[in-house]
């Protein structure tokens, strides 16, 4: 089918590699190609490259670079701190609370963890999307070892009172885990104030590489986690395996440049959505979800009753946007997340998450403003 017009709304999924980054990179494919584990000039390239990069990453987060340990993306860095504190604390207790509308990175870890014995607290939330935080100390006892709980949605944007989480959990003396990997780029994220035990993130939501992640383990905490992999000793023996030098460097770099501008550039994107949202809620029918909740500013998920939202993304065919989160998209399951928020199954799956970035422009917004409100009339003429 032609397509004329193009614009992509779906940075929640991925974002596109900046071109400097992308120029960063390409020396540590070529003349500085050296595996940096090597003890010669190729080697000590490599590595002070990677240790640049961590740096970057840790000014970008506030934690100290020798917190960070660099995996494949944010899905094995999740394998790796679950399995690994699970392994190394369950001499202490086997039960790990966590919510229905984490990420299926989180959520397919808990059900394994669940088949190896251990007890998983799934908290509920409400309409909006927000936990009740009085649920969350009630569901901690004697054997809850982890809290898992993200910063941001991935579908609705909305952004969880971590720092109010923070002290309910270290209070029961319990750590707290958190995917940070939607906030991170798109609000502050400061893990020194946040004070979490481990965290998660990913490279390609930030405009570096796919194929990097991080797991950040806190030092003052003295969390401890096993290794789950065994090889050359890379990472402090964490994440052994020759390191992927390039994209580690690319990661880096997309972190020093995000970090100068989250705030003015969140600030031009909110502007966008504001203007978006208050176009597109004058179709009958349409609510925003997680709309007066603390949300990230580039996130809308919006809900057309009676309206398919398979057709209606079929149908906007110009505009790359995505039904509920991308892992999901090929499959016609409601999303969980909007599940768990009340929504119907019907009213779940006449949802769409339109996610802004860098590149997005007012005029994109103009665009798909009109286009939604074409389509949208279209398919409910179709109904009648
Ligand atoms: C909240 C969240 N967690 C984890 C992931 C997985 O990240 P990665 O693709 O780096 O494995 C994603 C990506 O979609 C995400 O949005």
Known sequence: MAVKRKIYLDYNATTPVDARVIDAMIPYFTEKFGNASSDH?????????????????????TCKPTEIIFTSGATEAANLALFGFCER????GNHIITCRTEHKAVLDIMSALERKGFKITYLDVDQTGNLDLQELKNSINSKTILVCLMLSNNETGLVHPLKKIEKIVHEKGVKLMSDITQAVGKIPV?????????AIFSSHKIYGPKGVGALYINKKNQV??????????????????????????????AAEIISSGIENESVRIMKMRQKMESELRKITGAVVNSEYSDRLPNTTNISFKDIGGELLLRKLNSLAISRGSACNSNTVKPSHVLKAMGLSDDLALSSIRISLGRKTSMEDIEFTVMEIKRVVGELKKEMV
Request: glycine letters at 18%.
């Open 224 to 253: 401890e986690i096993e290794p789950q992999y065994f090889g050359g000793g890379q990472e402090k023996g964490m994440r052994p395996g020759t390191l992927n030098v390039p994209g580690i460097v690319g990661f880096g770099k």
């Open 89 to 92: 604390n369950k001499s202490k």
């Open 190 to 198: 400061d893990l020194s104030e946040l004070n979490l035990d481990l």
């Open 41 to 61: 000039v190729f080697g000590w390239d490599a590595g002070e490259a990677v240790e640049t990069a961590r740096e970057q990453i840790g000014r970008l987060i």
